[in-house]
């Protein structure tokens, strides 16, 4: 990407059509380190073709893994990956990569990487990753540009999160896994994402339990087979195509859902108007009838409303007249698509957490800039609402977690399509521009 590619939308569509959505990014990205755990080859299936995949995998291969693709099967052979020290070019560009910590002292009794930085959508501590650590016996050194843990032999422990944390429970699991004894973790977090990694972990071998709504309980092991497991459909990728069917009022099907992940969701999205059944394993989703504002929706670690779908969510309040309102209760610095969506004509006011939103100016096409994932989405979504054409700078911020959001939604009827270098997508017609 030469930091140039633009996204190009023309609003006023309805979607209408249906769609297979992608791998989990936040699956993937944690049974990649998993996969550390085995001195062997493992198998990701379906695993989805987007950049913070690609910089998990450079990762892994700096800490001296192979990996190669067979479609879009993920294979990875961590039969050399001793290496105990990741580059901060790495960590300084994909915070997630801190679960790599808990991953290496499993493996290698050590570990050291550049300190994982915030973001745009917030600080982002990793305190409640080293406390999990310390708690296992690890010995956690920081200082402003690295980070180290160490540990000659970890034992189980009894920890209690203060608050839910996927990143931290993730950390947690990977560096329990070969700890000595039982591992009880207490009010952790229990995203879809967390229990397919334990479902993977099992698969190579470990024993983990849910014993408790937000309870896991760890035997440790010596030693792990290679995992082999398909990555689940990206629930919140899901949501995101269903928010542009709300914003544009059409008509979606959605061919693989992740059935029983989307329910916080699928409320708010019942309660705007919409309409949904499930049709044979397919999610079919009616948009004509959105047309009532949400208020007082806060977001929550899961099953609550996922703080992922939170800007996604305001670009379609921003399309329907009254008043909504929005708190965001995970992150400090989620709104940044505010003052883009104003740019568009939306009234939206952010007091503190809060964002009200005074729904129903027709949204207008304008120049555009994403900051960060799931806010790059978000103006995709009012674009496709909005009269006229709007210009999306900001891409690669996109393409981190959607595989090709402009072709799925081309292939909705989207207007939309993406210059990247020498291929547009255009109504589904992919044209090589000669
Ligand atoms: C994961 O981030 C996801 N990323 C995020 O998705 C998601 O928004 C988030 O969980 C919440 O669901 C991946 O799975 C790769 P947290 P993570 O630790 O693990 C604070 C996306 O768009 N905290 O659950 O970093 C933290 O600052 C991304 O796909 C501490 O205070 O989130 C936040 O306020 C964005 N200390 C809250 O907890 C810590 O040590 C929840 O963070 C760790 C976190």
């Not at 499993?106 to 708690?135: A, F, T, W």
């Not at 180290?148 to 203060?162: E, L, N």
């Amino acid at each position: 990407m030469n930091g140039l590619e633009e996204i190009r939308v023309r609003g006023g569509t309805p979607l209408c059509g249906s769609i297979t959505i992608q791998g989990s990014k936040n699956a993937a990205l944690p049974v990649m380190a998993a996969s550390l755990l085995h001195r062997g080859v493992s198998v990701l299936r379906k695993c989805p073709r987007i950049t913070d995949v690609f910089c998990m995998e450079e990762i892994l291969k700096s800490l001296g893994a192979k990996t190669w693709w067979e479609q879009n099967d993920l294979y990875l052979d961590c039969e050399d990956a001793d290496k105990t020290e990741i580059s901060s070019v790495y960590t300084g560009k994909m915070r997630s990569s801190v679960i790599l910590l808990g991953a290496m002292l499993g493996r290698n009794k050590e570990g050291i990487m550049g300190y994982p930085g915030g973001c745009v959508i917030g600080k982002r501590p990793v305190d409640l990753h080293v406390c999990v650590l310390q708690s296992l016996g690890a010995e956690v050194t920081e200082n402003d540009s690295f980070i180290k843990a160490s540990c000659s032999k970890m034992k189980g422990c009894r920890f209690v999160f203060p608050k839910k944390s996927v990143g931290a429970t993730e950390q947690a699991l990977l560096a329990a896994v070969f700890a000595e004894g039982r591992t009880i973790l207490e009010n952790c977090a229990v995203e879809p994402e967390i229990l397919m990694l334990c479902r993977y972990l099992n698969e190579m071998g470990a024993s983990i339990e849910k014993t408790g709504e937000s309870r896991l309980e760890i035997t440790g092991m010596t030693e792990l087979n290679g995992g082999d497991m398909a990555i689940p459909p990206d629930r919140i990728v899901a949501g995101t195509y269903l928010c542009a069917a709300a914003a544009t009022r059409g008509k979606i099907i959605i061919e693989n859902p992740p059935e029983g992940e989307m329910e916080a969701f699928l409320e708010v999205y019942r309660k705007m108007g919409g309409q949904y059944e499930w049709n044979s394993g397919k999610l079919v989703a009616n948009a004509t009838k959105v047309a009532y504002p949400v208020t007082d929706l806060e977001t929550e670690a899961y099953p609550g409303f996922p703080t992922d779908l939170q800007s996604p969510l305001m670009a379609v309040l921003a399309t329907i007249p009254g008043n909504s309102s929005l708190r965001e209760n995970i992150f400090e610095d989620r709104f940044r698509i505010v003052e883009e969506l104003k740019n568009m004509g939306a009234d939206i006011q952010v007091q503190g957490r809060t964002a009200r939103i005074n729904g129903g100016n027709r949204l207008h096409g304008a120049e555009l800039s994403a900051a960060e994932l799931r806010g790059g989405a978000a103006l995709i979504i009012a674009a496709l609402a909005a009269e006229g054409e709007s210009v999306i700078k900001g891409c690669s911020f996109i393409h981190r977690g959607y595989e090709n959001i402009c072709r799925d939604l081309a292939v909705l009827g989207g207007q939309i399509r993406e210059n990247t270098g020498n291929i547009f997508y255009e109504n589904i017609q992919l044209q090589e521009k000669n």
